[in-house]
Protein backbone atom coordinates (compact mmCIF):
# COMPACT_ATOMS: atom_id res chain seq x y z
CA UNK A 1 0.00 0.00 0.00
CA UNK A 2 1.46 3.69 -0.67
CA UNK A 3 1.30 4.91 3.08
CA UNK A 4 4.10 2.41 3.79
CA UNK A 5 7.53 4.46 4.09
CA UNK A 6 9.64 3.13 1.82
CA UNK A 7 12.52 2.55 4.60
CA UNK A 8 10.54 -0.12 6.10
CA UNK A 9 10.95 -3.68 4.89
CA UNK A 10 7.74 -5.03 3.18
CA UNK A 11 6.89 -8.39 4.23
CA UNK A 12 5.72 -10.34 1.00
CA UNK A 13 1.96 -11.06 0.36
CA UNK A 14 2.76 -14.63 0.52
CA UNK A 15 4.44 -14.69 3.29
CA UNK A 16 1.80 -12.37 5.31
CA UNK A 17 -1.21 -15.24 4.17
CA UNK A 18 1.13 -18.25 5.69
CA UNK A 19 1.57 -16.05 9.27
CA UNK A 20 -2.44 -15.08 9.24
CA UNK A 21 -3.16 -18.67 8.47
CA UNK A 22 -1.28 -20.33 10.56
CA UNK A 23 -2.30 -17.99 13.33
CA UNK A 24 -5.92 -18.24 12.46
CA UNK A 25 -5.39 -22.37 12.30
CA UNK A 26 -3.77 -22.71 15.76
CA UNK A 27 -6.18 -20.70 17.00
CA UNK A 28 -9.03 -23.12 15.85
CA UNK A 29 -6.61 -26.01 17.09
CA UNK A 30 -6.23 -24.99 20.41
CA UNK A 31 -10.06 -23.50 21.22
CA UNK A 32 -12.20 -25.38 18.12
CA UNK A 33 -14.54 -22.67 18.56
CA UNK A 34 -15.55 -23.15 14.64
CA UNK A 35 -15.03 -25.82 12.63
CA UNK A 36 -16.41 -28.90 15.35
CA UNK A 37 -19.64 -26.90 16.23
CA UNK A 38 -20.31 -26.41 12.64
CA UNK A 39 -19.92 -30.08 11.88
CA UNK A 40 -21.97 -31.03 14.89
CA UNK A 41 -25.00 -28.43 14.00
CA UNK A 42 -24.93 -30.08 10.61
CA UNK A 43 -25.35 -33.94 11.89
CA UNK A 44 -28.15 -32.17 14.33
CA UNK A 45 -29.98 -30.43 11.73
CA UNK A 46 -30.18 -34.14 9.97
CA UNK A 47 -31.61 -35.74 12.54
CA UNK A 48 -33.82 -32.79 13.35
CA UNK A 49 -34.68 -33.19 9.21
CA UNK A 50 -35.12 -36.80 9.68
CA UNK A 51 -38.32 -36.45 12.17
CA UNK A 52 -39.42 -32.97 10.88
CA UNK A 53 -39.73 -34.74 7.03
CA UNK A 54 -40.96 -38.39 8.60
CA UNK A 55 -38.54 -40.16 5.89
CA UNK A 56 -35.62 -42.76 6.45
CA UNK A 57 -33.77 -42.07 3.18
CA UNK A 58 -33.91 -39.07 0.86
CA UNK A 59 -32.91 -39.34 -2.48
CA UNK A 60 -32.31 -36.86 -5.88
CA UNK A 61 -34.19 -33.30 -5.13
CA UNK A 62 -35.01 -33.66 -1.82
CA UNK A 63 -31.23 -35.18 -0.71
CA UNK A 64 -30.14 -32.24 -2.38
CA UNK A 65 -32.04 -29.64 -1.04
CA UNK A 66 -31.68 -31.31 2.62
CA UNK A 67 -27.81 -31.59 2.09
CA UNK A 68 -26.96 -27.59 0.66
CA UNK A 69 -29.44 -26.14 3.13
CA UNK A 70 -27.40 -28.20 6.32
CA UNK A 71 -24.61 -26.82 4.61
CA UNK A 72 -25.35 -23.30 3.97
CA UNK A 73 -26.50 -23.16 7.84
CA UNK A 74 -23.46 -24.76 9.03
CA UNK A 75 -21.58 -22.42 6.88
CA UNK A 76 -22.98 -19.38 8.55
CA UNK A 77 -21.76 -20.51 11.75
CA UNK A 78 -18.40 -20.24 10.95
CA UNK A 79 -18.61 -17.02 8.65
CA UNK A 80 -20.06 -15.12 12.22
CA UNK A 81 -17.65 -16.52 14.33
CA UNK A 82 -14.78 -15.12 11.32
CA UNK A 83 -13.45 -11.97 12.78
CA UNK A 84 -15.13 -12.04 16.18
CA UNK A 85 -11.48 -12.88 17.69
CA UNK A 86 -9.70 -10.16 15.89
CA UNK A 87 -12.13 -7.74 15.85
CA UNK A 88 -12.00 -7.80 19.63
CA UNK A 89 -8.99 -8.84 20.87
CA UNK A 90 -7.44 -6.07 18.56
CA UNK A 91 -5.84 -8.52 15.45
CA UNK A 92 -7.49 -6.53 12.96
CA UNK A 93 -5.47 -3.76 14.47
CA UNK A 94 -2.55 -5.17 15.10
CA UNK A 95 -2.60 -6.61 10.97
CA UNK A 96 -3.05 -2.62 10.40
CA UNK A 97 -0.20 -1.66 11.84
CA UNK A 98 2.21 -3.94 9.48
CA UNK A 99 3.57 -2.93 6.26
CA UNK A 100 1.66 -6.13 4.20
CA UNK A 101 -0.74 -5.57 1.71
CA UNK A 102 -4.82 -5.81 2.92
CA UNK A 103 -5.60 -8.59 0.17
CA UNK A 104 -3.41 -10.86 2.56
CA UNK A 105 -5.95 -10.80 4.98
CA UNK A 106 -8.80 -11.56 2.44
CA UNK A 107 -6.77 -14.50 1.17
CA UNK A 108 -6.03 -15.91 5.10
CA UNK A 109 -9.66 -15.87 5.68
CA UNK A 110 -11.03 -17.43 3.07
CA UNK A 111 -8.66 -19.97 3.61
CA UNK A 112 -9.19 -20.18 6.89
CA UNK A 113 -13.04 -20.16 6.20
CA UNK A 114 -12.46 -22.69 3.16
CA UNK A 115 -10.92 -25.17 5.52
CA UNK A 116 -13.75 -24.76 8.26
CA UNK A 117 -15.60 -25.97 5.39
CA UNK A 118 -14.02 -29.54 4.58
CA UNK A 119 -13.88 -30.08 7.77
CA UNK A 120 -17.71 -29.37 8.25
CA UNK A 121 -18.06 -31.86 4.84
CA UNK A 122 -15.60 -34.60 5.80
CA UNK A 123 -17.95 -34.58 8.82
CA UNK A 124 -21.41 -34.02 7.29
CA UNK A 125 -21.23 -35.40 4.24
CA UNK A 126 -20.37 -39.02 5.50
CA UNK A 127 -23.13 -38.66 8.41
CA UNK A 128 -25.45 -37.70 5.18
CA UNK A 129 -24.45 -40.86 3.39
CA UNK A 130 -25.17 -42.73 6.65
CA UNK A 131 -28.36 -41.20 8.35
CA UNK A 132 -30.35 -39.70 5.11
CA UNK A 133 -29.06 -40.73 1.92
CA UNK A 134 -28.48 -44.63 1.84
CA UNK A 135 -26.31 -45.99 -0.54
CA UNK A 136 -26.54 -42.94 -3.35
CA UNK A 137 -23.81 -41.30 -2.51
CA UNK A 138 -20.71 -43.76 -2.59
CA UNK A 139 -21.61 -44.16 -6.56
CA UNK A 140 -20.80 -40.36 -7.73
CA UNK A 141 -18.38 -39.22 -5.11
CA UNK A 142 -15.83 -37.76 -7.82
CA UNK A 143 -19.13 -35.84 -8.92
CA UNK A 144 -20.06 -34.59 -5.73
CA UNK A 145 -16.49 -33.44 -4.48
CA UNK A 146 -16.27 -31.09 -7.30
CA UNK A 147 -19.58 -29.52 -6.48
CA UNK A 148 -18.61 -29.15 -2.90
CA UNK A 149 -15.16 -27.55 -3.81
CA UNK A 150 -17.37 -25.39 -6.43
CA UNK A 151 -19.82 -24.15 -4.20
CA UNK A 152 -17.41 -23.52 -1.21
CA UNK A 153 -15.18 -21.40 -3.18
CA UNK A 154 -18.06 -19.33 -3.55
CA UNK A 155 -19.21 -19.59 0.25
CA UNK A 156 -15.29 -18.87 1.31
CA UNK A 157 -15.63 -15.61 -0.66
CA UNK A 158 -18.96 -13.95 -0.07
CA UNK A 159 -18.40 -15.18 3.50
CA UNK A 160 -15.06 -13.25 4.52
CA UNK A 161 -17.17 -10.34 2.49
CA UNK A 162 -19.99 -10.67 4.74
CA UNK A 163 -17.85 -11.57 8.00
CA UNK A 164 -15.69 -8.43 7.64
CA UNK A 165 -19.34 -6.28 6.97
CA UNK A 166 -21.03 -7.96 10.10
CA UNK A 167 -18.73 -7.92 12.40
CA UNK A 168 -18.38 -4.19 13.12
CA UNK A 169 -21.92 -3.70 13.38
CA UNK A 170 -24.35 -3.57 16.71
CA UNK A 171 -26.42 -7.34 16.05
CA UNK A 172 -23.47 -8.84 14.03
CA UNK A 173 -25.15 -12.50 14.87
CA UNK A 174 -28.08 -11.00 12.99
CA UNK A 175 -26.75 -9.06 10.29
CA UNK A 176 -24.21 -11.93 9.15
CA UNK A 177 -27.24 -14.43 8.21
CA UNK A 178 -29.42 -11.97 6.83
CA UNK A 179 -26.87 -10.69 4.58
CA UNK A 180 -25.13 -14.08 3.85
CA UNK A 181 -28.82 -16.00 3.21
CA UNK A 182 -29.91 -14.23 0.18
CA UNK A 183 -25.84 -13.79 -1.32
CA UNK A 184 -25.95 -17.37 -1.17
CA UNK A 185 -28.62 -18.88 -2.90
CA UNK A 186 -27.18 -18.57 -6.36
CA UNK A 187 -25.15 -21.06 -4.44
CA UNK A 188 -27.97 -23.13 -2.99
CA UNK A 189 -29.18 -23.39 -6.23
CA UNK A 190 -26.29 -24.08 -8.26
CA UNK A 191 -24.87 -26.77 -5.57
CA UNK A 192 -28.65 -28.24 -4.90
CA UNK A 193 -29.56 -28.74 -8.63
CA UNK A 194 -25.80 -30.09 -9.63
CA UNK A 195 -26.06 -32.42 -6.48
CA UNK A 196 -29.41 -33.63 -7.20
CA UNK A 197 -28.77 -36.13 -10.41
CA UNK A 198 -25.94 -37.32 -8.57
CA UNK A 199 -28.16 -38.51 -5.45
CA UNK A 200 -30.22 -39.77 -7.44
CA UNK A 201 -28.36 -42.56 -9.08
CA UNK A 202 -28.58 -41.33 -12.47
CA UNK A 203 -25.69 -34.85 -15.03
CA UNK A 204 -25.73 -31.40 -14.45
CA UNK A 205 -23.23 -30.00 -16.35
CA UNK A 206 -24.43 -26.13 -16.63
CA UNK A 207 -25.06 -25.78 -13.10
CA UNK A 208 -21.17 -26.72 -11.95
CA UNK A 209 -20.90 -23.27 -14.60
CA UNK A 210 -23.45 -21.14 -12.53
CA UNK A 211 -21.12 -21.85 -9.61
CA UNK A 212 -17.57 -21.39 -11.46
CA UNK A 213 -18.89 -18.05 -12.41
CA UNK A 214 -20.65 -17.13 -9.12
CA UNK A 215 -16.96 -18.20 -7.76
CA UNK A 216 -15.31 -16.14 -10.27
CA UNK A 217 -17.45 -12.83 -10.05
CA UNK A 218 -17.60 -12.79 -6.22
CA UNK A 219 -14.00 -13.68 -6.03
CA UNK A 220 -12.88 -10.47 -8.02
CA UNK A 221 -15.58 -8.56 -6.27
CA UNK A 222 -14.73 -9.64 -2.73
CA UNK A 223 -10.98 -9.09 -3.82
CA UNK A 224 -11.78 -5.01 -5.15
CA UNK A 225 -14.00 -4.09 -1.82
CA UNK A 226 -12.28 -5.97 0.67
CA UNK A 227 -9.61 -3.28 1.49
CA UNK A 228 -11.83 -0.81 2.53
CA UNK A 229 -13.48 -2.60 5.29
CA UNK A 230 -10.06 -3.09 6.93
CA UNK A 231 -9.09 1.10 6.86
CA UNK A 232 -10.07 2.91 10.11
CA UNK B 1 -30.90 19.67 -6.92
CA UNK B 2 -33.07 22.56 -5.57
CA UNK B 3 -34.91 25.54 -5.57
CA UNK B 4 -36.18 26.19 -9.07
CA UNK B 5 -34.60 22.88 -10.93
CA UNK B 6 -36.53 20.91 -8.23
CA UNK B 7 -39.88 22.54 -9.10
CA UNK B 8 -39.37 21.90 -12.38
CA UNK B 9 -38.54 18.35 -12.15
CA UNK B 10 -41.30 17.94 -10.24
CA UNK B 11 -43.91 19.68 -12.82
CA UNK B 12 -42.14 17.44 -15.53
CA UNK B 13 -42.84 14.38 -13.25
CA UNK B 14 -46.76 15.35 -12.62
CA UNK B 15 -47.48 16.23 -16.12
CA UNK B 16 -45.78 12.94 -16.99
CA UNK B 17 -47.53 11.23 -14.75
CA UNK B 18 -50.66 12.59 -15.90
CA UNK B 19 -50.22 11.71 -19.45
CA UNK B 20 -49.31 8.16 -18.50
CA UNK B 21 -52.41 7.53 -16.44
CA UNK B 22 -54.29 9.07 -19.24
CA UNK B 23 -52.84 6.58 -21.70
CA UNK B 24 -53.21 3.64 -19.44
CA UNK B 25 -57.10 3.54 -18.80
CA UNK B 26 -58.19 5.92 -21.76
CA UNK B 27 -55.71 5.00 -24.50
CA UNK B 28 -54.37 1.83 -24.47
CA UNK B 29 -56.71 -1.12 -25.50
CA UNK B 30 -57.94 -3.74 -23.10
CA UNK B 31 -56.08 -7.04 -23.65
CA UNK B 32 -57.93 -9.85 -25.55
CA UNK B 33 -57.15 -13.07 -22.59
CA UNK B 34 -56.54 -11.27 -19.22
CA UNK B 35 -59.28 -8.15 -19.93
CA UNK B 36 -59.28 -4.65 -18.03
CA UNK B 37 -56.12 -6.42 -15.36
CA UNK B 38 -53.62 -6.98 -17.88
CA UNK B 39 -53.50 -2.51 -17.47
CA UNK B 40 -51.41 -3.62 -13.86
CA UNK B 41 -48.50 -4.60 -16.58
CA UNK B 42 -48.12 -0.55 -16.83
CA UNK B 43 -47.22 -0.20 -13.39
CA UNK B 44 -45.75 -3.42 -12.33
CA UNK B 45 -42.95 -3.40 -15.12
CA UNK B 46 -41.86 -0.09 -14.86
CA UNK B 47 -41.41 -0.04 -11.41
CA UNK B 48 -39.59 -3.26 -11.23
CA UNK B 49 -37.26 -2.12 -14.42
CA UNK B 50 -36.70 1.27 -12.15
CA UNK B 51 -36.19 -0.35 -8.60
CA UNK B 52 -33.55 -2.48 -10.24
CA UNK B 53 -31.93 -0.18 -12.05
CA UNK B 54 -31.71 2.09 -9.20
CA UNK B 55 -30.25 -0.57 -6.73
CA UNK B 56 -27.56 -1.08 -9.88
CA UNK B 57 -26.99 3.11 -9.98
CA UNK B 58 -26.64 2.55 -6.61
CA UNK B 59 -23.44 0.59 -6.43
CA UNK B 60 -22.13 2.63 -9.01
CA UNK B 61 -22.70 5.72 -6.93
CA UNK B 62 -20.92 4.06 -4.45
CA UNK B 63 -18.10 3.07 -6.44
CA UNK B 64 -17.91 6.67 -6.74
CA UNK B 65 -17.67 7.00 -3.00
CA UNK B 66 -14.95 4.63 -2.45
CA UNK B 67 -13.18 6.37 -5.09
CA UNK B 68 -13.49 9.91 -4.36
CA UNK B 69 -14.49 9.93 -0.50
CA UNK B 70 -16.97 12.14 -1.13
CA UNK B 71 -19.46 12.35 1.70
CA UNK B 72 -22.41 13.23 -1.27
CA UNK B 73 -21.98 9.92 -3.45
CA UNK B 74 -22.60 8.22 -0.18
CA UNK B 75 -25.53 9.79 0.81
CA UNK B 76 -26.96 9.77 -2.83
CA UNK B 77 -26.21 5.88 -3.31
CA UNK B 78 -27.82 5.91 0.07
CA UNK B 79 -31.24 7.66 -1.52
CA UNK B 80 -31.39 5.87 -5.10
CA UNK B 81 -31.28 2.44 -2.78
CA UNK B 82 -33.54 3.70 -0.39
CA UNK B 83 -36.22 4.85 -2.81
CA UNK B 84 -35.84 1.36 -4.81
CA UNK B 85 -36.72 -0.25 -1.49
CA UNK B 86 -39.70 1.83 -2.02
CA UNK B 87 -40.58 1.01 -5.38
CA UNK B 88 -39.46 -2.78 -4.92
CA UNK B 89 -42.13 -3.08 -2.79
CA UNK B 90 -44.92 -1.61 -5.01
CA UNK B 91 -43.17 -4.13 -8.22
CA UNK B 92 -43.68 -6.65 -5.51
CA UNK B 93 -47.18 -5.99 -4.33
CA UNK B 94 -48.35 -5.12 -7.64
CA UNK B 95 -46.74 -8.55 -9.33
CA UNK B 96 -48.84 -10.43 -6.39
CA UNK B 97 -52.04 -9.08 -7.31
CA UNK B 98 -51.44 -9.43 -11.02
CA UNK B 99 -50.70 -13.19 -10.23
CA UNK B 100 -53.95 -13.39 -8.15
CA UNK B 101 -55.89 -12.41 -11.15
CA UNK B 102 -54.19 -14.10 -13.59
CA UNK B 103 -52.87 -17.14 -12.51
CA UNK B 104 -55.63 -17.92 -9.48
CA UNK B 105 -52.19 -17.88 -6.97
CA UNK B 106 -51.09 -14.91 -4.80
CA UNK B 107 -47.36 -16.02 -5.31
CA UNK B 108 -46.09 -17.92 -8.27
CA UNK B 109 -42.61 -20.00 -7.60
CA UNK B 110 -41.99 -21.01 -11.68
CA UNK B 111 -41.85 -17.13 -12.62
CA UNK B 112 -38.44 -16.39 -12.03
CA UNK B 113 -38.24 -12.62 -12.42
CA UNK B 114 -41.17 -12.87 -9.39
CA UNK B 115 -38.57 -15.25 -7.23
CA UNK B 116 -35.46 -13.52 -8.43
CA UNK B 117 -36.86 -10.15 -7.33
CA UNK B 118 -38.09 -11.40 -3.99
CA UNK B 119 -34.05 -12.68 -3.40
CA UNK B 120 -32.57 -9.55 -4.49
CA UNK B 121 -35.36 -7.27 -1.69
CA UNK B 122 -34.63 -9.83 0.29
CA UNK B 123 -31.34 -8.76 0.51
CA UNK B 124 -31.58 -5.19 0.30
CA UNK B 125 -34.04 -4.99 3.18
CA UNK B 126 -30.30 -5.56 5.22
CA UNK B 127 -29.07 -2.54 4.05
CA UNK B 128 -30.93 -0.01 6.38
CA UNK B 129 -30.49 -2.65 9.31
CA UNK B 130 -26.40 -2.50 8.73
CA UNK B 131 -26.00 1.12 7.85
CA UNK B 132 -27.67 1.90 11.15
CA UNK B 133 -25.85 -0.18 13.16
CA UNK B 134 -22.75 1.19 12.52
CA UNK B 135 -22.03 4.23 14.68
CA UNK B 136 -19.35 5.90 13.38
CA UNK B 137 -20.36 8.28 10.06
CA UNK B 138 -17.15 6.95 8.35
CA UNK B 139 -17.33 3.71 8.56
CA UNK B 140 -20.93 3.62 8.31
CA UNK B 141 -20.68 5.16 5.00
CA UNK B 142 -18.07 2.81 3.65
CA UNK B 143 -19.67 -0.35 4.90
CA UNK B 144 -22.70 0.83 3.35
CA UNK B 145 -20.75 1.40 -0.37
CA UNK B 146 -19.29 -2.33 0.00
CA UNK B 147 -23.01 -3.72 0.50
CA UNK B 148 -24.09 -1.77 -2.31
CA UNK B 149 -21.41 -2.82 -4.76
CA UNK B 150 -21.78 -6.19 -3.74
CA UNK B 151 -25.41 -6.15 -3.93
CA UNK B 152 -25.58 -4.10 -7.00
CA UNK B 153 -23.41 -7.17 -8.65
CA UNK B 154 -25.53 -9.78 -7.09
CA UNK B 155 -28.61 -8.29 -9.12
CA UNK B 156 -27.85 -9.69 -12.29
CA UNK B 157 -26.22 -13.19 -10.94
CA UNK B 158 -29.53 -13.53 -8.82
CA UNK B 159 -31.88 -13.12 -12.23
CA UNK B 160 -29.03 -15.67 -14.13
CA UNK B 161 -29.33 -17.98 -11.43
CA UNK B 162 -33.23 -17.80 -10.73
CA UNK B 163 -33.75 -17.79 -14.56
CA UNK B 164 -32.31 -20.98 -15.24
CA UNK B 165 -33.63 -22.75 -12.80
CA UNK B 166 -37.10 -22.40 -13.32
CA UNK B 167 -38.73 -24.03 -16.61
CA UNK B 168 -40.67 -21.05 -18.74
CA UNK B 169 -44.33 -21.95 -17.79
CA UNK B 170 -45.89 -18.41 -18.85
CA UNK B 171 -45.07 -16.62 -21.62
CA UNK B 172 -42.74 -14.15 -22.16
CA UNK B 173 -45.00 -11.42 -23.56
CA UNK B 174 -45.51 -10.01 -20.27
CA UNK B 175 -42.14 -9.54 -19.62
CA UNK B 176 -41.10 -7.68 -21.91
CA UNK B 177 -42.04 -4.82 -24.73
CA UNK B 178 -40.49 -5.90 -27.90
CA UNK B 179 -43.53 -7.90 -29.34
CA UNK B 180 -46.51 -5.39 -28.23
CA UNK B 181 -48.95 -4.10 -30.25
CA UNK B 182 -48.25 -0.49 -31.29
CA UNK B 183 -50.64 1.47 -28.61
CA UNK B 184 -49.63 -1.15 -25.80
CA UNK B 185 -45.98 -0.68 -26.61
CA UNK B 186 -46.32 3.55 -26.77
CA UNK B 187 -48.16 3.12 -23.46
CA UNK B 188 -45.63 1.02 -21.71
CA UNK B 189 -42.40 4.12 -23.09
CA UNK B 190 -44.35 6.53 -21.26
CA UNK B 191 -45.73 4.73 -18.58
CA UNK B 192 -41.49 3.36 -18.14
CA UNK B 193 -40.51 7.56 -18.35
CA UNK B 194 -43.21 8.66 -16.28
CA UNK B 195 -42.36 6.17 -13.54
CA UNK B 196 -38.51 6.74 -14.35
CA UNK B 197 -39.12 10.64 -13.65
CA UNK B 198 -41.19 9.88 -10.58
CA UNK B 199 -38.35 7.89 -8.93
CA UNK B 200 -35.56 10.86 -9.70
CA UNK B 201 -38.13 13.51 -8.75
CA UNK B 202 -38.30 11.36 -5.15
CA UNK B 203 -34.72 10.76 -5.16
CA UNK B 204 -34.52 14.89 -5.29
CA UNK B 205 -37.13 15.41 -2.63
CA UNK B 206 -35.51 13.02 -0.17
CA UNK B 207 -31.74 14.34 -1.03
CA UNK B 208 -33.13 18.58 -0.33
CA UNK B 209 -34.33 16.70 2.67
CA UNK B 210 -31.23 15.33 3.70
CA UNK B 211 -29.00 17.77 2.99
CA UNK B 212 -31.72 20.65 4.67
CA UNK B 213 -30.96 18.71 8.03
CA UNK B 214 -27.63 18.21 7.57
CA UNK B 215 -27.21 21.99 7.28
CA UNK B 216 -29.67 23.22 10.18
CA UNK B 217 -27.68 20.89 12.19
CA UNK B 218 -24.84 22.07 11.58
CA UNK B 219 -25.64 25.79 11.99
CA UNK B 220 -27.70 25.28 14.51
CA UNK B 221 -24.09 23.79 16.03
CA UNK B 222 -22.35 26.79 15.20
CA UNK B 223 -25.07 28.97 17.13
CA UNK B 224 -24.67 26.92 20.39
CA UNK B 225 -28.09 25.67 20.43
CA UNK B 226 -26.89 22.33 21.61
Not at chain 1, 10 to 15: C, D, I, M, P
Not at chain 1, 25 to 46: K, Q
Not at chain 2, 66 to 95: N, P
Request: positive net charge; charged residues 15%; aromatic residues 10%.
Amino acid sequence: MSSVPETLPTVGTRQAVGALLRKDLLVELRTLEAAPGMALFAVSTFVVFHFALNRNSLEGDLAAGVLWVTLLFAAILGVNRLFVADAEQGGIDGFLLAPVDRGAMLLAKATTLLAYLVVLELVAVPAFALLLAGAAVGHELGGLVAVLALADLGIAAIGVLVAALAVRTRARDLIGPLLALPLLVPVAIGAARASAPLLAAGHGGRWLGLLALYDLVFGLIAYAVFDFLLED
Amino acid sequence: MSGRSLRTLSIASVVAMAIYLGLVFFYAPIEAEEGFLQKIFYLHVPLAIVSLAGFVIGGLMAIAHLRTREARWDLRSYVTIHMSLIFGLGALITGSIWARGSWGHWWVWSEPTLVSFLIVMLLYATYQPLRFSIEDPDRQARYASVFAIVAGAFVPMSFLAVRLSTAYLHPRVLGSSSNLPGPMQLTFVVAMAAIGLLFATMCSYELAAKRTRILVKSRSRILGYR
